[in-house]
């Protein structure tokens, strides 16, 4: 695209006609027309009027593709990269949905994170006035007796399910209370790491759709650097665990049948390539022939 294609879709978007736009410049009629078609060139006085009137730069007239979007006035920006009215709509209503869900999950994480913090300090607590026997375990002078059946401790009338092959009893029974204070600590803080990276990833969650609902449009550089950190925070979430639960067998020898699953790891990096798509979509929306938000029939 060049100079006179750049000025006929700025005219076209302002919705003027060349006579219009001849009047407001001070020209003919067939001057504009023959700029439009390259047949002339303005002089530099009148390329500065018609970066008035448009409200963009001389970059924007002269070069190959109209590439400083956020110079242009608003009129024209929403016909070159606006959804159409009723997309817009379904797309703001979709976003503030996800943002204030978005909130509240971080509220909810945020309370989880401060419960398991009172964990940790209770734990040391706890164990340290819990003795356990062959059939019976007991926490500050307060007995209940326990059963091991398969992978299930039956505590009273209560029911633990333990996804693991090791023998509970030998677990039980063959530790100090250090290291069942330091194993439950780490349990604890890697459940705690995980629910911090999804209120982390969440914040950025907000932010994103906070974005997209109150722009013109969802491709901004902002809202790209946004989904990367979504991305990177969400392959946390998935993969910690996974880790934090091998290196937790390693150092237990209890068998939890953590493993590292490669669905995970994929369906995270298709995450993190939605960035890219983002990037894209933002590079490709600084054609004004961009036809992502272009009008229906354009």
Known sequence: MKFGDNLRNLRKAKKMSQEKLAERVGVSRQSVSK???GEAYP????????????????????NDTLLDIDSLDEEIKMKVVKFKEEKQKQIKGMSKIIYVVSRIAQIVLMIGIVVLGLCMIAVPIVLNNTRISENEITVFDQSYEYEIKENVI?????????????????????????????TTEIVILSMGATLLFMWIMLKYVEKLFVNIHNEDTPFTLENVKYIKKVAIFLIAVVLFPDVTGILFEMITKVDMGAELEIVNLLLSLIVYVMAYIFEYGYEIQLDSKGRIYGNENE
């Open 43 to 62: 002089e530099m006085n009148n390329i500065l009027v018609l970066c008035e009137i448009f409200h963009c730069n001389i970059n924007d007239l002269v």
């Open 35 to 37: 700029w439009e078609t």
């Open 154 to 182: 039956f505590v009273g009338e209560e029911k633990i399910n333990i996804q693991t092959t090791t023998d509970l009893q030998e677990y039980l029974m063959g530790h100090s209370t250090i290291y069942y204070i330091v």
